[in-house]
C-alpha cells in the first residue's frame, strides 16, 4: 500500500521556523521528485519547492526563495522542508507529493499525495 505523509506543521510567530517532513511507505524516494505545496484559506493550491532525485534539480517559488529550504535524507525515505522567516501569508496546508519528475513546482507521471499539515503563522 503505497502512503505519503506530512508531518511538523504548527502554529508559530512571524518570524520564526517550522520543519516539515515528508515520509512515504510501500516505495522510496530515491528515483522520484518530491514536490511541497500548499493552500491557503481561501486560494488555490500553489507550488512551493520540489526536488528532483534523479538529477538533483531543485526548485522553489519566487515567494519562498531565500526563506525555505527543501532537502533530503534517502536513509530515512524522507524530504524535509525547513521553512525560516515565516510570514503570516504563509499560513496554509501544506502537502507533499511523490511524482516521476519536476520541472520547477510541476510534477510530472503518477502522483501520491499526503493529506496535508497545517502550518498557522501568527502576526
Known amino acids: 500500500d503505497v502512503q505519503v505523509a506530512e508531518s511538523g506543521g504548527g502554529l508559530v510567530q512571524a518570524g520564526g521556523s517550522l520543519r516539515l517532513s515528508c515520509t512515504a511507505s510501500?516505495?522510496?524516494?530515491?528515483?522520484?521528485?518530491i514536490g511541497w505545496f500548499r493552500r491557503a484559506p481561501g486560494k488555490e493550491r500553489e507550488g512551493v519547492s520540489c526536488?528532483?532525485?534523479?538529477?538533483?534539480?531543485?526548485y522553489y517559488d519566487d515567494s519562498v526563495k531565500g526563506r525555505f529550504t527543501i532537502s533530503s535524507d534517502m536513509a530515512k525515505n524522507t524530504v524535509y522542508l525547513q521553512m525560516n522567516g515565516l510570514k503570516p501569508e504563509d499560513t496554509a496546508v501544506y502537502y507533499c507529493?511523490?511524482?516521476?519528475?519536476?520541472?520547477?513546482?510541476?510534477?510530472?507521471?503518477?502522483?501520491?499525495w499526503g493529506k496535508g499539515t497545517l502550518v498557522t503563522v501568527s502576526s
Open positions: 510501500g516505495f522510496t524516494f530515491d528515483d522520484r521528485a
Open positions: 526536488i528532483s532525485s534523479r538529477d538533483g534539480n531543485i
Open positions: 507529493a511523490a511524482a516521476e519528475v519536476c520541472i520547477s513546482t510541476i510534477l510530472y507521471g503518477k502522483m501520491y
